[in-house]
């Protein structure tokens, strides 16, 4: 355990809640913190703070006079990213060890700006009374605990128990932040979905063989994690056999990217070099929420889009989930998608399209079996779309491969694409995927290698 007393900034408008947030700095003291009161106010400089007003908007070159005469949503910003800019001085300044914040939903907007700022794995707590509905706006893509302090205002015999619970916890969290002095293994990502799962198994298994650790990728949003965590280095492999959230920002999904994040998926990868399989599972669909919009199921409905065992409507996922399927147009996007991201990587790259079908979902009677994720007996799987001159295709991946054979710089001999005639659920095509990471991460992978295999048909 670190005896050292942590360094907690206890952030607010103080203006408003300057005794809350006094009151949250008195319990990390008596936690065992050191609270650094930090000033986020959007109308008044209330002249006490350990690091007041002023001094934050100084690190973007304002005036607080700026702020006080903006609109609400302005100041917002105008206060958010100065307070990114200057928690983030004092963390590169190792002068910081954990935040905590105190607030109802302008307080929250605000802290969480500046609290976005930080690494993965710094502690963040944000008490915000807001803290039961959708909060993916204030995450973005970061780690910050969100707890529910009741009130948003207000020193009393309840919230006195919560908030010192949560000052108990950023302390605790401060005081344990640093890694113990473990083996610590290179980190490879694996995204998946629970469609894809039996494969994304096959080949984390593999790279554990190999010694490395893994981080499972869920595909609702953490993409965005995951493209951070390349460009810090953490991660240093991929598997990007699922990046199927693409589609769900396509749709506009609940389960897709948060928008404060500004980053760009399949990027972080080819900007670093590192060996990276990429596949299109999760593309043959999107989670979307339970109510799917008009102008989505009339393509249901005219059968633009496939609808589950001809039902003019698409298949239920479960209470939260809705499967909506990408259509002819749809899947051309996607493709132009991925295909002009991968063409700039600096590192080996292989794009790898299994052509039998990209989910458990996406897959033919013929080919359906309970340990694919779809028995038999259910027929087709809900988003199956079987290509009209090989029907053991997928519709689909020939519309994809089209589009990337038409866009793939041949030039770059970072990259190869390569189609196979497998199912992505095959244990046969998992196993070429270990084959193809292997090779990159021995230094024998080359462009046109896998070409004389039985499954590789180009």
């Known amino acids: 355990m670190n005896n050292k007393k942590p360094n907690i900034i206890c952030m607010g408008i103080l203006d408003i809640k300057g005794d809350e947030i006094k009151f949250l700095a008195e ?27 002023s001094e934050v908007l100084a690190e973007s070159g304002l005036k607080k006079e700026e702020v006080f005469k903006s609109s609400r949503s302005d100041a917002i910003s105008l206060v958010g990213t100065a307070g990114a800019m200057k928690i983030k001085k004092l963390y590169d300044e190792n002068k910081i060890d954990g935040v905590i914040s105190w607030a109802g939903s302008v307080g929250t907007s605000t802290a969480t700006m500046v609290m976005r700022a930080l690494p993965i794995g710094f502690p963040k707590i944000m008490l915000s009374t807001l803290a039961s509905g959708d909060v993916s706006s204030w995450l973005g893509n970061k780690d910050i605990y969100i707890v529910n302090p009741i009130s948003e205002k207000g020193v009393n015999k309840v919230t006195r128990k919560l908030i010192g619970n949560a000052a108990a916890a950023i302390v605790g969290m401060s005081r344990y932040r640093e890694v113990r002095n473990v083996d ?3 980190l490879v990502a694996l995204t998946a979905y629970g469609t894809t799962t ?30 951070d965590l390349i460009d810090s280095g953490e991660i240093t492999a991929v598997y990007e056999i699922t990046p199927g959230e693409i589609s769900n920002n396509m749709y506009g999904s609940i389960y897709g990217i948060s928008k404060e994040w500004t980053g760009d998926r399949l990027t972080a990868a080819s ?4 060996p990276q399989i990429v596949c299109p599972g999760g593309l043959d669909q999107s989670a979307y929420q339970t109510v799917v919009p008009e102008k989505y199921l009339e393509g249901f409905r005219k059968g633009t889009r496939v609808s589950y065992k001809n039902s003019k409507a698409p298949y239920v996922h479960n209470s939260a989930v809705t499967i909506m399927v990408p259509d002819k147009e749809d899947t051309e996007e996607l493709a132009l998608y991925v295909i002009n991201r991968l063409n700039k990587t600096t590192g080996p790259t292989a794009l790898i399209v299994p052509m039998r079908g990209w989910s458990a979902y996406d897959q033919s009677v013929e080919n359906a079996s309970v340990d694919s994720g779809w028995a038999k007996e259910n027929g087709d799987g809900p988003v199956w ?9 997928s519709r689909r991946a020939t519309l994809m491969w089209d589009v990337f054979m038409k866009n793939w710089d041949r030039n770059n001999s970072n990259l190869d694409i390569i189609k196979c005639d497998n199912h992505i659920l095959d244990a046969d095509f ?11 991460l021995d230094k024998k992978w080359k462009k046109g290698l896998y070409r004389e295999l039985k499954n590789v048909v180009e």
């Open 27 to 53: 319990e990390v003291e008596r936690a065992g913190g050191n609270p650094i009161i930090m000033e986020i106010s959007l109308g008044h400089e209330v002249g006490w703070a350990d690091i007041g007003l």
């Open 385 to 393: 779309w079987p290509d009209p001159d090989n029907a053991k295709w």
């Open 184 to 186: 610590v293994k290179p």
């Open 430 to 440: 998992a196993q070429f995927l270990n084959t193809c990471m292997g090779d990159m």
């Open 198 to 227: 039996p494969t994304v198994i096959k080949c984390e298994q593999y790279m554990h063989e190999r010694g490395w650790d893994s981080i499972i990728i869920h595909q609702v949003g953490t993409g965005a994690t995951m493209e």
């Open 271 to 274: 900007r670093k070099g590192i």
